[in-house]
């Protein structure tokens, strides 16, 4: 009875997820999914959305590892705080932290006039959409590989070294290679966060338009018809893409653990 229950429960999740998603695909017009693939607005979006998410996702892998190393490898006063600090902005309301974004890289804020002095801007530019994407997802990629190198077994490292590997070796040769799956899986959660964000880049750089902004803005400006189109090729690419990278990486981690 209880495992009936349980299997029950799972269908009813499973369910409650993908409903809303399948009946808005099947509800919109195929001619009306033609028309929108054709328009410019909306290929300018989705290239945008998926750049500035990959770009967002090289930057967290590139400062995120490091951190996340010496966050498992190694204790220290406020270690404790410094993990809570880094998880706020998943707590935050996310046009909260655009806020506190444009009031840190807004030209006429401190940061942001200092790069606005070289020629670098966030508001409204491809960079604040890469810094709004990164600010509010990079805690995920950094909380998947402190977990993967928490329960790699320092014993590899030591081994290594005392064969007279340098610690700089020891990182790349040994530890980066077994947590590889928990970076590819950090990354791919990373970015599917990436992608979908909208409120802070809502807040800090409207322009150039995101897919989320794009449906938000039709929505706003005509109505539910006008963004049903955006929306349903949405659901239909990027949940594809997504499905098809779980899928890729579950092969593999299953290919590696034979």
């Known amino acids: 009875m209880f495992k009936f229950l349980i299997v029950a429960l799972a269908i009813i999740l499973v369910v409650f997820a993908v409903f809303p998603l399948v009946s808005i695909v099947f509800k919109v017009d195929f001619n009306l999914l033609l028309e929108t693939l054709k328009d410019k607005e909306f290929l300018d979006a989705l290239f945008v959305t998926i ?15 490091p951190f996340a190393y010496v966050m498992a490898r190694y204790n220290f006063p406020l270690k404790g705080l410094i993990e809570a600090i880094v998880d706020i902005p998943q707590a935050l309301p996310h046009t909260i932290a655009g806020i506190a974004l444009i009031m840190v890289v807004g030209r006429k804020f401190l940061v942001g006039s200092a790069f606005s002095s070289i020629g670098v801007d966030f508001v409204n530019t491809f960079l604040g959409v890469v810094l709004a994407m990164w600010y509010v997802s990079f805690s995920i990629f950094v909380n998947v590989v402190k977990e993967g190198f928490k329960e790699l077994d320092v014993r590899y490292e030591k081994v290594a070294r005392s064969l007279g590997l340098s610690f700089t070796r020891t990182f790349f040769k040994v530890s980066l290679p077994m947590v590889r799956r928990e970076i590819v899986s950090g990354a791919i ?11 802070a880049i809502a807040i800090l750089a409207y322009y150039p338009k995101t897919i989320s902004v794009l449906a938000y803005d039709r929505f706003q400006g005509f109505g539910l018809n006008s963004a049903l189109g ?10 594809s893409l997504f499905t098809l990278l779980r899928f890729v990486e579950n092969r593999w981690k299953s290919s590696e653990s034979r």
């Open 51 to 65: 750049l500035a998410a990959v770009c967002s996702t090289l930057i967290s892998m590139f400062f995120g590892i």
């Open 230 to 239: 955006v929306t349903a090729l949405v659901i239909i690419i990027f949940g």
């Open 189 to 199: 959660q990373m970015w599917a966060r990436a992608v979908s964000e909208f409120g």
